[in-house]
């Protein structure tokens, strides 16, 4: 059943989300008598969890007579406040780590562990079932990765590190309209929490005032024997909050967060809840097969007409800010060739098309653009 402080945390924590309900007047607050009645353990007992979970960071507050509560819950990452977050008829299952070294890495251990993720007929697996659309967070990562390798600074306590497994049945996996389906989520995530907007840079990135503040990693999963991709995994990086000591000095021109300094509550539970939910949602508007054709209630769902992928890239090139800037391209990742093209357009299949210098057109579905605007100085990759 978990461990003494494991009972202690979910407890305070139902007592937190019920300080609303009529029949709670103690404000969040649980009684250290109670803890210990509900734990089935000493009142010493109690004491030390919480003293275990305070010295992991969790700020527990304790008065004569009332007994503890968390302060700003939200901001701890709970598997079942996430899961009563989302919409009873999605299935969404989580997974929380305090630390991990890279949630990308978590979800791509779990697949190599199920034997097949697709039956024969393309349907999925008992293990794919289980696995579709399953959310692995941190509260940090110690090997947090970008594209081609990069570093992704993942700090505690600042930012929101999740991966989402995705299993399509019948539906070939194309890395770039997933990532660009992912970035349209996460802005709709952030505008429907934060009430902010946001803006994509082509692939992969979501930038608040002209700064980087989520990168988005999809990366697939093989089988060796068919050789067919048969997961995606989407990996996100959202920063929320700027970290007291700042970012590191090999990003700070770029990076940006949400909320800068200001310690306010993240909401990291129904930013990664509503978050999940949209991806899901969009994942399945865009599948073929009966299965996925239900009628699903969730509102991101309802909102798709007919052709739900050509909506989806219509909201992606209208968040670009990439369309109609000059920019550097390098069509090999770290190559040496370059040129400088115009922007004039992306895919239904999240492709770059530019017009170069010569007036010929040219097509990418990878490369590192650098945008050469005045107010865009710095390299961004793609």
């Known amino acids: 059943m978990g461990s003494t402080k494991q009972k202690v945390l979910q407890v305070l924590l139902s007592a937190g989300r019920n300080t ?15 803890l210990a009645q509900k734990c089935n353990v000493s009142r010493t007992a109690i004491w ?9 960071g969790l700020e527990i507050e304790a008065v004569t007579n009332r007994g503890y509560r968390i302060k700003n819950q939200d901001d701890i990452l709970s598997e079942n406040r996430l899961l009563s977050l989302i919409p009873n008829d999605l299935k969404i299952s989580f997974k929380v780590f305090s630390e991990i070294d890279s949630t990308n890495l978590e979800c791509k251990r779990l697949c190599a562990q199920a034997a097949n993720l697709h039956n024969a007929d393309g349907s999925l697996s008992q293990k794919g079932k289980e696995l579709n659309f399953h959310v692995v967070l941190a509260d940090s990562q110690t090997a947090g990765r970008g594209r081609l390798g990069r570093s992704f600074y993942s700090p505690a306590k600042s930012g929101l590190y999740l991966s989402m497994i995705y299993i399509p049945q019948n539906v070939a996996i194309l890395p770039a ?21 946001t803006k994509i840079k082509w692939v992969n990135d979501i930038f608040v005032n002209n700064k980087k503040i989520c990168g988005i990693l999809t990366e697939g999963f093989t089988d060796f024997e068919t050789g067919r991709i048969e997961a995606a995994i989407i990996g996100i990086g959202i ?29 990291r539970n129904e930013l990664a809840a509503r978050v999940a939910t949209e991806l899901a949602s969009l994942y399945m508007s865009q599948e073929k097969s009966p299965e996925s054709q239900k009628s699903y209630t969730s509102e991101s769902v309802q909102q798709q007409p007919e052709n739900p ?60 653009v650098s945008l050469l605007s005045k107010n865009f100085s710095h390299s961004f990759h793609a």
């Open 239 to 267: 920063n929320i909050l700027e970290a007291d000591k700042g970012f590191p000095k090999e990003i700070e021109n770029v990076a940006g967060s949400i909320l800068g300094k200001n310690h306010q509550s993240t909401k």
């Open 177 to 197: 309209k997933i990532t660009a389906t992912a970035a349209v989520a996460v802005c709709r995530a952030i505008k429907t929490v934060f009430n902010l907007e």
């Open 48 to 56: 030390k969890a919480v003293n275990s979970l305070t010295d992991e």
């Open 309 to 368: 992928v050509k909506t989806i890239m219509q909201e992606y090139k209208e968040r670009t800010f990439l369309i109609g800037q000059t920019v550097e391209i390098s069509p090999v990742i770290d190559g040496k060739e370059k040129y400088n093209a115009t922007v004039i357009d992306i895919t239904d299949e999240a492709s770059l098309v530019v017009k170069k210098e010569d007036g010929t057109q040219a097509v990418l579905q990878s490369g590192e």
């Open 20 to 34: 609303d309900s009529s029949d709670n007047s103690d404000g969040g607050f649980v009684s250290g008598q109670e």
